[in-house]
């Protein structure tokens, strides 16, 4: 079996006889059932079984909800076997197509009670919500795996939770020099495990110690552009600190690996400018903060539009 890459990508290409084969893959090295009665197997980390059962002339599948997060509109994947068959591409997905919310339904299969039954969900989180951990099926660990992919029947490990921050904080406590002054930085960039660079999207930003006054083309807000053309250079009073709110976004600060800040246009003559102790923090609600990782008295590099500094993060537990 090949590395996936970017399953959830991969998962939206498919389209149903790619997902039947993929399933089915995934089926052929688990044994389902094995006595002389056909079962309903559903093993989801988004649904449950809430009364599924087999008879004569159709498959009742009958689920629950594991978490709020899965929407009405998910797709449900019905898979069926007959229970003497060991072939893989005798996984068969039963019609009509529909979504949790057509549930509990009736699915017709002639004898169904000679069948094994797989029921699953083909929901993916969101990009900046979901991302979480490595999936192994079956000991098989997919790597890049960074969505989720639901199947049922299957051994689903996921080695670390979902930890989401909501608020990114960035501390400056002291810059090159003495007292207060310019401080100027062109953008923040957090580093995922896959070596992503998370997106940061259309923050909000705040701040506290820095001047109102100056350039607006060099505000709080520039640091989260992605860009080293552009900074923020502001007069400060220290220490100052500048927020970004993610809004309905979340960054999963489980699988945040490092992050790095880059120097400015003109750090290489304006090099006082320059920040040396400074730290990085997460928060959910905004009050309670977890440090991320934090530096003093560092020496950025006398060099313009250049990582300024770069340094590891490891978050296990909650924020």
């Not at 009073?237 to 979340?250: E, F, H, K, W, Y």
């Amino acid at each position: 079996m090949t590395a996936f890459g970017d399953i959830r990508a991969l998962w939206r290409r498919l389209g149903p006889a790619g997902r039947l084969a993929l399933v089915a893959a995934v089926a052929a090295a688990t044994i389902y059932g094995g006595g002389k009665a056909g079962s309903v197997y559903v093993d989801d980390p988004y649904i449950e079984d809430a009364g599924s059962y087999l008879t004569n002339d159709f498959v009742h599948v009958a689920i629950a909800k594991r978490t709020p997060l899965l929407p009405d509109d998910a797709e449900i994947l019905v898979y069926a076997r007959e229970l003497a068959s060991t072939n893989a591409a005798d996984w068969v997905r039963l019609t009509p197509h529909l979504t949790y919310a057509d549930h509990p339904h009736n699915y017709a299969l002639q004898n169904a009670t000679n069948h094994n039954v797989l029921v699953a969900a083909s929901y993916i989180p969101a990009p900046t919500v979901h991302t979480n951990g490595v999936w192994s099926i079956n000991g098989f660990v997919i790597p890049g795996s960074a969505g989720k992919m639901a199947f049922a029947g299957t051994r689903v490990r996921i080695p670390r939770a979902e930890n989401p921050a909501r608020y990114v904080r960035f501390d400056i406590a002291k810059k090159i020099g003495s007292g207060n002054g310019l401080v100027q930085v062109s953008k923040i960039e957090v580093v995922m495990e896959d070596d992503s660079v998370f997106e940061w999207g259309d923050v909000s930003v705040s701040a506290t110690g820095l001047a109102a006054s100056g350039s607006s083309a060099e505000l709080p807000e520039k640091l989260f552009d992605g860009s080293v053309d552009t900074k923020m250079c502001r007069s400060v009073t220290m220490p100052c600190s500048i927020v970004a709110d993610l809004g309905s976004a979340r960054l999963d600060a489980s699988r945040v690996a490092k992050w790095r800040w880059y120097t400015a246009n003109d750090s290489a003559s304006n090099y006082s400018r320059n920040p040396v102790s400074f730290s990085l923090s997460f928060s959910l609600d905004g009050e309670t903060w977890t440090v991320a990782d934090s530096a003093e008295d560092h020496e950025p590099p006398k060099k313009n539009r250049v990582v300024g500094y770069e340094g590891n993060i490891e978050i296990e537990g909650p924020l």
